[in-house]
């Protein structure tokens, strides 16, 4: 698949939102990659928290929608105190779990999931699902 980074993308409303969410400055990261070494969460991710970052920089918004990573996340926080420029990534996480949610995309039915099912969900995936089901 052909990615398209453009300056367009970059300053899209979607990279705006995800800043004004979380507070954060994408840009302030350079991928030192100390936030997905320190990840307790990393190997059921499908991308690290750094090029969740990345990502996120460049407006690659189809690209984080099918991503598994936002949902994976526990904000533990390990990542923010990990991080030499003081960007707190958890934040970021959630901001992008907002935007999903608030498009109404998201990985969870939680009407259609068996208890079993249920108990293998991270928690964060049932948080999210419950503040979808009832803002």
């Known amino acids: 698949m052909k990615t398209i980074i453009s300056r367009q993308k970059i300053r899209s409303p979607f990279v705006a ?16 990659g100390k ?8 190997s059921q991710m499908d991308l690290p928290p750094n090029q969740v970052i990345r990502y996120a920089q460049l407006g690659l918004k189809d ?23 003081g960007i707190n990534i958890a934040e970021v996480m ?3 779990r907002q935007v999903l949610l608030r498009q109404r995309k998201d990985h969870v039915d939680i009407n259609k999931l068996s208890t ?8 964060i995936a049932l948080v999210g699902n419950f503040r979808k089901t009832t803002s």
């Open 17 to 32: 939102k995800v800043e004004e969410l979380s507070g954060q400055n994408l840009l302030a990261c350079y991928q030192c």
């Open 35 to 42: 936030c997905s070494a320190g990840c307790p969460a990393i």
């Open 63 to 85: 690209e984080l929608i099918n991503s598994n990573t936002m949902w994976i996340c526990a904000s533990c926080l390990t990542c923010n105190v990990r991080c030499p420029k």
């Open 94 to 96: 959630e901001a992008l």
């Open 116 to 123: 079993k099912e249920k108990s293998e969900l991270p928690p």
